[in-house]
């Protein structure tokens, strides 16, 4: 199975940057995509796809939220944070069966 | 609007079976893949199982295969999760989700229902 880690929490200042990265242990990348997809999830809710394939920004998504990456390394970044964006956010991939996630970044304010 | 609605959780002891469903609307249902992706209490999320559109291949987690089931009812846009041998380890929100095309992401989710395995 790949393996997807995330640091367990970022702390950061309103109107400032917040970088969440995900390190996989296999490449998931495949003919020019890489298999990348970040989520939200605030408590008590369901997750929100945010950005698919490592950097497309999902529908509906404001363009504060962008995503980098490719091979095993990949980063969601948020510029500048809003005091809506306190959650937990998810990598995952689905690059190869099963599709595996991240642990989780919970984000939070100073 | 994409709504999927989940029902069917409760609370079973250990070794019970119990089904549940996952009705969408908003989108032709036939044409897309499904999921069902499961949390654990204050952990993270845990893909378990996919169907294809048509339900000529259906995948499973290894922590669930054997024992739960997932099928569909395209012609009552209606997604399900037969559980059987049911574990404490099962205890969790069950999310169905919806497939964003080849891409593997998943670009609607449920509300969730909760399940709870204990004696």
């Known amino acids: 199975d790949i393996v997807l880690t995330q640091s367990p929490a970022l702390a950061v200042s309103l109107g400032q940057r917040a970088t969440i990265s995900c390190k996989t242990n296999q490449n998931v990348d495949y003919y020019g995509n890489s298999y990348m997809h970040w989520y939200q999830q605030k408590p008590g809710q369901q997750p929100k796809l945010l950005i698919y394939?490592?950097?497309n920004l999902a529908s509906g998504i404001p363009a504060r939220f962008s995503g980098r990456g490719s091979g095993t390394d990949f980063t969601l970044t948020i510029d500048p944070v809003e005091a809506d964006d306190t959650a937990t956010y998810y990598c995952?991939?689905?690059?190869?069966?099963?599709?595996?996630f991240g642990g989780g970044t919970k984000l939070e304010l100073k | 609007e994409v709504q999927l609605v989940e029902s069917g959780g409760g609370l079973v002891q250990p070794g019970s079976s119990l089904k549940l469903s996952c009705v969408a609307s908003g989108f032709t249902f036939s044409s897309y893949n499904m999921h069902w992706i499961r949390q654990a209490p204050k952990k993270g999320l845990e893909w378990i199982a996919l169907?294809?559109?048509?339900?000529?291949?259906?995948y499973y987690a290894d922590s669930v295969k054997g024992r739960f089931t997932i099928s569909r009812d395209n012609s009552k846009n209606t997604l399900y999760l037969e559980m059987n041998s049911l574990r404490s380890e099962d205890t969790a929100m069950y999310y169905c989700?919806?497939?964003?095309?080849?891409?593997?992401?998943?670009?609607?989710w449920g509300q969730g229902v909760m399940v709870t395995v204990s004696s």
């Open positions: 995952q991939q689905s690059r190869n069966l099963p599709w595996t």
């Open positions: 169907i294809y559109y048509d339900s000529s291949n259906k």
């Open positions: 394939l490592a950097s």
């Open positions: 989700a919806k497939s964003g095309t080849t891409r593997g992401d998943f670009d609607y």
